[in-house]
């Protein structure tokens, strides 16, 4: 089967769904083409979170949160402005999903399900022609005029613009498998190599810190990677730790030769509070320090079970606890991945420079952010770009 279409879409998470509601807002022919039986997988997923869309806070803090190689001057803020947090519960409202913003900042659906807005969200692109092609691996890409794309199934298709969002390659189930590069490499686009990031990270816990710590939280803790500090928690895993904390700190301990993170247990006190609190304590010291610095269960574990000699290593201690790490979970566990398509292949309106006419969306570009709304707003707001790039490029040509 060969058949013509003004915009094919090539990936139904996300950003292509995104870029397939905006292309077809604009009045183009659009067809969508996913791997998969069924668009949203990845989204599905995300939903078992509670599906956070985007966060609440200060537009200048929100833009520094997206980090990648060669990343341009400003790209984020312009991307963001394009297509910001206002925009995108305006537009689920639009949906009719109502939603809210959480003490931590972080903006859920009011249903915290992912379900009913993926549902309305596929009516609204039918509604507005979009054409959907499921069970389609894209296996190859040609440049030109029009452009012509081959499937796994035997079937091609030639289009006048292509958006490709074809995520990265965590959760590879959902079909973000990253099998894309291939196609990449042929058409000569500049790519780094996919890896985890938003995943746990191992270490060598002994038997009796695993007996003690294992599935238990630390809270309320400073975690730093070289000269990054975060504010977070972590889980005691029986491979070493997950948590908001070491996510944020995952592009750092990629960097290093020997990966490590050092944990403040108690960063709203300094070393001589600790001390003064444990007054004329002689013995015991990690006992005593377990009431009368409110030190949890899981955090004694990692401290150690031998007497520390005095009251003052003990608080260093508690304050720079250095866990040497070894290597971040497998990409399939990773609720995102780094790495992709370089930023040098494209410009400001997410267009390859070496292929007129296709654009790039999504986790497939080799940018990377922390969980917290994050991921999702950075695919919302590249696939919005993509579309309006292609559009204005269709409508030129």
């Known amino acids: 089967m060969s058949h013509h279409t003004q915009l094919a879409v090539v990936g139904g998470g996300p950003a292509g769904l995104r870029a397939a ?12 083409y996913d791997a998969k039986p069924s668009v949203g997988r990845k989204f ?5 979170g509670g599906l956070n869309l985007t966060h609440g806070e200060g537009f200048d803090f929100f833009v520094s949160r997206y980090s990648g190689p060669d990343q341009p001057a400003g790209i984020w803020r312009n991307l963001v402005e394009g297509f910001g947090a206002d925009q995108l519960r305006a537009w689920a409202a639009d949906l ?10 972080r903006v859920y659906p009011t249903a915290l399900k992912a379900a009913p807005l993926l ?28 452009h012509r794309l081959g499937f796994s199934n035997g079937n091609s298709v030639s289009s006048d613009a292509v958006i490709l969002a074809l995520g990265g390659a965590s959760w590879p189930k959902t079909g973000s498998d990253g099998a894309w590069t291939a196609v990449m490499d042929v058409l000569g686009i500049a790519q780094h190599p996919l890896t985890p990031a938003n995943c746990g990270w191992e270490c060598e816990w002994t038997a009796e810190i695993l007996q003690e710590a294992e599935g238990k939280p630390l809270k309320n803790l400073q975690v730093r990677a070289g000269e990054l500090n975060v504010i977070g928690e972590l889980m005691v895993t029986r491979y070493g730790l997950e948590g908001g904390a070491i996510y944020q700190l995952g592009s750092v301990l990629r960097s290093m030769a020997e990966p490590w993170v050092s944990i403040d247990f108690k960063p709203t006190f300094s070393h001589a509070q600790l001390v003064a609190k444990m007054e004329s304590v002689r013995r015991g010291f990690l006992a005593e320090a377990r009431v009368r610095w ?3 269960e899981a955090a004694c574990a990692i401290l150690g079970r031998s007497e520390f000699s005095d009251v003052e290593s003990l608080a260093l201690k508690v304050k720079d606890c250095v866990i040497p790490l070894a290597r971040p979970r497998p990409i399939d566990e990773a609720i995102s991945s780094a790495g992709g398509v ?8 997410l267009m ?9 969306a999504g986790e497939m570009i080799d940018w990377e952010a922390p969980t917290g709304g994050y991921l999702m707003q950075g695919c919302f707001a ?14 030129r040509s």
């Open 21 to 32: 509601e905006v292309a077809a807002s604009a009045g183009l022919e659009v067809t969508l």
């Open 44 to 48: 599905l997923v995300a939903g078992k």
């Open 96 to 105: 009719g999903v109502e939603t809210f913003q959480a003490s931590s900042g």
């Open 119 to 146: 549902r309305r969200w596929i009516e609204r692109l039918r509604a507005l022609g979009v054409r959907f092609e499921m069970g389609h691996r894209m296996v190859s890409l040609e440049r030109g005029t029009p």
């Open 294 to 296: 409110k030190l949890s």
């Open 342 to 349: 370089c930023w040098s292949e494209t410009d400001f309106t």
């Open 352 to 360: 390859f420079k070496k292929c007129p006419g296709i654009f790039v």
């Open 382 to 395: 590249t696939g919005t770009r993509a579309a309006d790039s292609a559009v204005e490029w269709l409508n």
